[in-house]
């Protein structure tokens, strides 16, 4: 392992000794990992991760599959830094001191996340019987010809939350907003397995370039 550096500039030091909000987020994510690798001290390694992944937007947005490539990063690191990720993800959905967050909130931002992905992601947001999102979870992605939908894994996420109602949402990397028949089968084929358990569809929205539309609920058409 390369050399360790100076006891003084450690990141947990520096935290123990200026606290957290002086720290950068290269020391802050050092102190998730620990130690770095054969050739790197765990500020080096820190830097890896976030140029790999392009920063903490995508760093979000890594699999823990994605983080286990990099050397040095074995299971042990990678649960800590998926684990402390999804604290900050569910954080950021309490954010204002409990105030309900909207689900319009939620699409506004995943639509700004996803506007220059090159990848079909599909997000859903599980909602309370206020409307209020009490969960959200990225479930697939694909290529840019689509992404395959795990329908029976957000039904049984959607039932262990006790969700009243869902949303549905994806990106469309072309930039188009328009619904293609695959889009409008997947609502439609949602909506019908979500109404077996008494669980609405609240909507599904095409998201690109940071821009957002609804799929029409009558989706026969």
């Given amino acids: 392992m390369k050399d360790r550096l100076p006891s003084a500039e450690m990141p947990r030091e520096r935290l123990l000794r200026e606290g957290s909000q002086a720290l950068s987020l290269v020391e802050l994510l050092a102190i998730l990992l620990r130690t770095g690798n054969a050739k790197q001290n765990v500020i080096e390694l820190s830097e ?43 954080a950021s959905l309490q954010e204002g001191g409990g105030e309900v967050v909207s689900c319009g909130e939620r ?26 999102v009490i969960d959200e979870k990225r479930i697939s992605y694909g290529g840019l010809d689509g992404a395959f939908v795990d329908v029976q894994y957000l039904l049984r996420r959607a ?7 869902v949303v549905l949402l994806h990106n469309h990397p072309d930039g188009s907003l ?11 084929h949602v909506r019908e397995r979500l109404m077996l358990l008494s669980i609405g569809l609240q909507g599904h ?12 609920s009558d989706c026969e058409s």
């Fill in 178 to 188: 328009h619904p293609s028949a695959e889009d409008r089968i997947l609502t439609r």
């Fill in 107 to 132: 699409v506004a931002h995943w639509s700004s996340l996803l506007a220059h992905e090159e990848r079909e992601f599909v997000v859903f947001l599980s909602l309370d019987r206020k409307g209020a």
């Fill in 159 to 165: 039932v262990r939350l006790d969700a009243k109602s």
């Fill in 48 to 90: 890896t991760v976030l140029s790999e992944f392009g920063g903490l937007d995508g760093l979000f947005r890594a699999s823990l599959c994605e983080l286990l490539r990099i050397p040095g990063i074995k299971n042990a690191k990678a649960c800590s830094l998926v684990a402390a990720l999804e604290l900050a993800r569910r």
């Fill in 205 to 216: 929205y095409i998201v690109a370039k940071g821009r957002s539309a609804l799929i029409p």
